[in-house]
T-cell receptor
Framework: NAGVTQTPKFRVLKTGQSMTLLCAQDMNHEYMYWYRQDPGMGLRLIHYSVGEGTTAKGEVPDGYNVSRLKKQNFLLGLESAAPSQTSVYFC???????????FGPGTRLLVL | EDKVVQSPLSLVVHEGDTVTLNCSYEVTNFRSLLWYKQEKKAPTFLFMLTSSGIEKKSGRLSSILDKKELFSILNITATQTGDSAIYLCAVVVGAGGTSYGKLTFGQGTILTVHP
């Protein structure tokens, strides 16, 4: 039981490049979330999903897109990376009857 | 707008000291408050608090919620170097059956415990 996994662990992009971050969970959780963590700002919600095929915007969605084609996977895309998107990205999931979210190990992204 | 504020933002202590971390919140549709510990990587769950005045304990860590005054504290007694981490407070908000269990996080408290 791996829990929540994220790939890649670290990536460097040039401004304007695109990339996709992958989150996978093996706990059969309905809800999945993408956060970014910046110094002094805690974790901020980017997008979330309440089930396969559904997504919604969180607190800071601009510049990101997401897809949830399979229940266990939640993808975060950056179409045209900007230096302001340099951050650590965390994926999380939870079950329907739970309040606690379980986090992946994070992806460190540097945009030059 | 939902808001969660933690204090202090950073704290440096020596092994054996006792620390108290604070979390205050202003949110609509409060459901519960969660504490997480974050070392190098993913935040790991510590406590969930839903009822006022009931202390949750795990070893040297304890936490309590005051729903009237809208705050929670996390206490760590006899601190050890392994307690060095960022401690995150998050409030779960909801809107009944359609809730998606959104977490609003505080900024975190960086705790450093010196030998």
């Amino acid at each position: 039981n791996a829990g929540v996994t994220q790939t890649p662990k670290f990536r460097v992009l040039k401004t304007g490049q695109s990339m996709t971050l992958l989150c996978a969970q093996d706990m059969n959780h309905e809800y999945m979330y993408w956060y970014r963590q910046d110094p002094g700002m805690g974790l901020r919600l980017i997008h979330y999903s309440v089930g396969e095929g559904t997504t919604a915007k969180g607190e800071v969605p601009d510049g990101y897109n997401v897809s949830r084609l399979k229940k266990q996977n939640f993808l975060l895309g950056l179409e045209s990376a900007a230096p302001s998107q340099t951050s650590v990205y965390f994926c999380a999931s939870r079950g329907t009857a739970q309040e606690t979210q379980y986090f992946g190990p994070g992806t460190r992204l540097l945009v030059l | 707008e939902d808001k969660v504020v933690q204090s202090p933002l950073s704290l440096v202590v020596h092994e054996g000291d006792t620390v108290t971390l604070n979390c205050s919140y202003e949110v609509t549709n409060f459901r519960s408050l969660l504490w997480y510990k974050q070392e190098k990587k993913a935040p790991t769950f510590l406590f969930m608090l839903t009822s006022s005045g009931i202390e949750k304990k795990s070893g040297r860590l304890s936490s309590i919620l005051d729903k009237k005054e809208l705050f929670s504290i996390l206490n760590i007694t006899a601190t050890q170097t392994g307690d060095s981490a960022i401690y995150l407070c998050a409030v779960v908000v909801g809107a009944g059956g359609t809730s998606y269990g959104k977490l609003t996080f505080g900024q975190g408290t960086i705790l450093t415990v010196h030998p």
